[in-house]
């Protein structure tokens, strides 16, 4: 089975931290995926990676950015917290090409910024 | 017009019946249609997937396409309490291979004993 692993189930930050949200999978997925979360809102994406060091920005990338050094690893950076972006995170992966979009997720952080 | 819509919702119905859950979508190019389940606190899972038009059955789940109509839909028989989670609809891009998907903003369901 795929495991998308996410390093933390609940963080609770400061105002103005910067924040690091980290998420490894174990298929060797060249896609993976940062999604917020909110009531009513749906699934938002943030950010995407379709190979190392690429990014592509989704919906809302304002006030995040993301890192991936290794194909395993894709990391999401709150340069500076706000009380906005409490939210649910959740990461995911697939692989590439027509017919392989099946999306995997982990099991998401709850992030409260304070 | 938002690329995936969903009936709002949310949707009750008693245990034993059939659920039916629909989605449209904007682009007429799209070749891929998931629906995942995400219960109350949970991260989404994937439950079916469908590429073809017609009808697709997995035990009580069945997905049904049409493109030219442009709507997916989920049917859930002999409803299960169990069943009571919120159902997303996603679909890839046409002429897109970088696998982005886009939700639909999910519909509530209910199953009553």
């Known amino acids: 089975d795929v495991k998308v692993t996410q390093s933390s189930r609940y963080l609770v930050k400061r105002t103005g931290e910067k924040v690091f949200l980290e998420c490894v999978q174990d298929m060797d997925h060249e896609n993976m995926f940062w999604y917020r979360q909110d009531p009513g809102l749906g699934l938002r994406l943030i950010y995407f990676s379709y190979d190392v060091k690429m990014k592509e920005k989704g919906d809302i990338p304002e006030g995040y950015s993301v890192s991936r050094e290794k194909k395993e690893r894709f990391s999401l950076i709150l340069e500076s917290a706000s009380t906005n972006q409490t939210s649910m995170y959740l990461c995911?992966?697939?692989?590439?090409?027509?017919?392989?979009?099946?999306?995997?997720f982990g099991s998401g952080t709850q992030l409260s910024v304070l | 017009q938002k690329e995936v819509e969903q009936n709002s919702g949310p949707l009750s119905v008693p245990e034993g019946a059939i659920a039916s859950l629909n989605c449209t979508y904007s682009?007429?190019?799209?070749?891929?249609f998931f629906w995942y389940r995400q219960y109350s606190g949970k991260s989404p899972e994937l439950i079916m997937f469908i590429y073809s038009n017609g009808d697709k059955e997995d035990g009580r789940f069945t997905a049904q396409l049409n493109k030219a109509s442009q709507y997916v839909s989920l049917l859930i028989r002999d409803s299960q309490p169990s069943d009571s989670a919120t159902y997303l609809c996603?679909?890839?891009?046409?002429?897109?291979?970088?696998?982005?998907?886009?939700f639909g903003r999910g519909t509530q369901l209910t199953v009553w004993p």
């Open positions: 995911a992966s697939s692989l590439q090409g027509r017919y392989n979009e099946k999306l995997f």
């Open positions: 996603a679909v890839n891009k046409g002429g897109s291979t970088l696998g982005r998907l886009y």
């Open positions: 682009d007429r190019g799209s070749q891929s």
